[in-house]
């Protein structure tokens, strides 16, 4: 699974729909202070299923929609969308069923969010799931925030293993047995 491409509507900072090429390689974003350089990172961590508005650097979910400006009105919904190229067919199975995945989330005022993978309808969890399988998700360390690093350092021990449980990827073993105790 490769990602390929992240689109931006109505996202922060980024009003009008906006493409990022992830090709192959490194691929680098430079800007002044400001410009929405995290707000990137922050959209490809949201489409992978973030429930933290914490980590959106908002008190609520609905402060990831454009929030206006003196020039231009305030949206009613967000949405991020993120290609990926998945002719390994490393995607687990209820995802694996084409070459290239294209999850989608909007998130409308007063509604919340709401998935799709391919134009169909999916539940949070299995995009969730998606990315947990991958060992990429909103919650892994291939993801550094600002500020993250020192984090690290002051984490206490148990904080620091559940980073280093992610960086092995086994995490997503965690989160079905959970849900399998659950039943
Ligand atoms: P730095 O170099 O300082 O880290 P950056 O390029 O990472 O900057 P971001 O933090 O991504 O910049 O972008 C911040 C900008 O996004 C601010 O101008 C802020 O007003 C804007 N912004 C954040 N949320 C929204 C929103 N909901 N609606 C409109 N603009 C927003
Ligand atoms: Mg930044």
């Known amino acids: ?72 009105s305030a949206r009613n919904f967000a949405e991020v969308s993120l290609q990926i190229d998945n002719s390994d067919r490393l995607a687990p199975s209820g995802f694996n069923d084409s070459d290239q995945l294209e999850i989608v989330r909007r998130i409308t005022r007063d509604v919340g969010s709401a998935y799709k993978s391919n134009g169909k309808d999916v539940r949070a969890r299995d995009v969730q799931m998606l990315f947990a399988d991958a060992s990429t998700g909103a919650h892994s360390p291939a993801l550094v925030r600002q500020g993250q690093i020192s984090e690290l350092i002051n984490a206490k021990p148990k904080a620091r293993r559940r980073i280093l449980e992610e960086a092995a990827g086994i995490s997503g073993l965690y989160q079905r047995r959970h849900e399998a105790e659950l039943k």
């Open 1 to 72: 699974m490769r990602f390929s491409k992240l689109r931006l509507n109505g996202f922060k900072s980024f009003v009008d729909p906006t493409d990022l090429i992830i090709a192959d390689g490194l691929t680098g974003v430079v800007g002044p202070n400001g410009c929405g350089k995290s707000n990137l990172l922050e959209a490809l961590r949201w489409v992978m299923g973030e429930t933290r508005a914490r980590a959106m650097r908002g008190g609520g979910m609905e402060d990831v929609i454009f929030a206006g400006t003196t020039s231009r």
